[in-house]
Every structure is written in structure tokens, then in C-alpha cells.
């Protein structure tokens, strides 16, 4: 079984940064797909970024593009969710997921994915 343990979350002032960290337990982690999505209180999950397996293409939501940056390890089985110029309606509990990938196709939906982390939250005070 495929595990995702996230790490990174905080409380962090406006403007801010942090960086997130998902580490998938597969020695094949280079041939699978990640991603990032969020669910802020009362609201529903929402797609952030996602990256490819194979050359790392990446696709990130308009709400954060310019912003956050989806990025991986492959020595490290790592993806990380680089966050920049936090704003407070970035608060959220922040999930990463992992999926085998296909090529350098990129998912964005919840239902592309197998497999998901515990969660981390994350908290921007203005």
C-alpha cells in the first residue's frame, strides 16, 4: 500500500511563505503523477497544482498561479507545494495525492487520483 505523508503546514502572516513536502512510500515514485489540493472550512475540495511523471510538466489553479509552485524530488520520492505572497483565503487544510502516471499527462481532479495524504493545515492570518 502506497502511503503520503505531508508535512510544512503553519500559521503565517499575510505575505508569507511556506513550502509543503509530500513523501510517497514507492520506489517507483518517478513514474507516478502528484498533486496538491485544498479544502478551506465550510467550502469544498479544490484542485491547487499538479506535476507529471517522467519530464515534470506542472499545471497550477489560477487562484494561485504566479504563487505556488509544484515541484519534485524523484531521489527524495518527494513532491513540494512552494507557496509565496500568502493571502488569508489561502487558509486551508492542504492534501497531496498520487496516481500512476501516464506519459506527461497532468490531473486535475479528484477522481484521477488513488491514493491521498492525511492532510496539513495551513493558516494565513491577515
Known amino acids: 500500500q502506497v502511503q503520503l505523508v505531508e508535512s510544512g503546514g503553519g500559521l503565517v502572516p499575510a505575505g508569507g511563505s511556506l513550502r509543503l513536502s509530500c513523501a510517497v512510500s514507492d520506489r517507483t515514485f518517478s513514474s507516478w503523477a502528484g498533486g496538491w489540493f485544498r479544502q478551506a472550512p465550510g467550502k469544498e475540495r479544490e484542485f491547487v497544482a499538479t506535476?507529471?511523471?517522467?519530464?515534470?510538466?506542472?499545471h497550477t489553479a489560477n487562484s494561485v498561479k504566479g504563487r505556488f509552485t509544484i515541484s519534485r524530488d524523484n531521489a527524495k520520492n518527494t513532491v513540494y507545494l512552494q507557496m509565496n505572497s500568502l493571502k488569508p483565503e489561502d487558509t486551508a487544510d492542504y492534501y497531496c495525492a498520487a496516481r500512476r502516471g501516464f506519459f506527461e499527462s497532468l490531473f486535475d481532479t479528484e477522481k484521477d487520483y488513488n491514493y491521498w495524504g492525511q492532510g496539513t493545515q495551513v493558516t494565513v492570518s491577515s
Open positions: 506535476i507529471s511523471s517522467s519530464s515534470g510538466r506542472t
